[in-house]
């Protein structure tokens, strides 16, 4: 089964502070990830995939990196937030087809 | 660039009736539509999908179609219940792993 977890669940964080949000995964061996971000009452935004380790693609430019230390680990970044940078973050992990999963996501609000 | 619309963005149907939701593609090349019900401050869950070898598909209440031709699939929903009430996504991938997302539904079903 695909199972993943984000944490944390809700975060509050002024502007112009780090942030960093870790998302692992369970399932099968080099799955792809995804970041997406959801903005309250909209669609999904693509982010970042990984297809391995240290493999990352940037889907929009923006301030926010990503990286991928561990086949089942990814982790979303920003040296510094914007206030645009609030929202729902959501990671997802596809297994052995192309069925994308998605974690429970984080709640960021940037003040 | 490849884009899905999806229609309608709200629909109110009364308990026990049947809600469509429309989702048109662009890209020819999609063959993988899955769809996703998202409830509130939750992460989008799988809940059908559709290769584009197969014109339908059933799971108890819940059925989609698909025709290649005019690049249009839907998702049936029948004898709807309160718990039905979400928020809904239809996707298109082309088997790239990135998928296409819709804009999203949000279904209320009326006790």
């Known amino acids: 089964s695909q199972t993943i977890h984000q944490w944390p669940a809700t975060l509050v964080q002024p502007v112009g502070s780090p942030l960093s949000l870790e998302c692992t995964v369970e399932?099968?061996?080099?799955?792809?990830l995804y970041w997406y971000r959801q903005a309250a009452g909209r669609g999904l935004q693509l982010l970042f995939y990984?297809?391995?380790?240290?493999?990352i693609s940037s889907e929009v430019p923006q301030n926010l990196s990503a990286s991928r230390p561990q086949d089942r680990q990814f982790i979303l970044s920003s040296k510094k937030l914007l206030l645009s940078d609030s929202g729902f973050y959501l990671c997802?992990?596809?297994?052995?087809?192309?069925?994308?999963?998605f974690g429970p996501g984080t709640r960021l609000l940037v003040l | 660039g490849e884009n899905v619309e999806q229609h309608p963005s709200t629909l109110s149907v009364q308990e026990g009736d049947s809600a469509v939701i429309k989702c048109t593609y662009s890209?020819?090349?999609?063959?993988?539509f899955p769809w996703y019900k998202q409830e509130l401050g939750k992460g989008p869950q799988l809940i059908i999908d559709?290769?584009?070898?197969?014109g339908e598909k059933k799971d108890q209440r819940i059925a989609v179609t698909l025709n290649k031709t005019a690049k249009h699939f839907s998702l049936h929903i029948t004898e709807t219940q309160p718990e039905d009430s979400a928020v809904y996504f239809c996707?298109?991938?082309?088997?790239?792993?990135?998928?296409?997302f819709g804009t999203g539904t949000r279904l209320k079903v009326l006790a």
């Open positions: 997802a992990q596809t297994g052995s087809g192309e069925t994308q999963y």
């Open positions: 399932g099968t061996s080099n799955p792809n």
């Open positions: 990984s297809v391995g380790i240290g493999q």
């Open positions: 890209d020819s090349a999609s063959n993988y």
């Open positions: 559709i290769r584009s070898n197969v």
């Open positions: 996707a298109a991938s082309s088997g790239t792993y990135k998928y296409i």
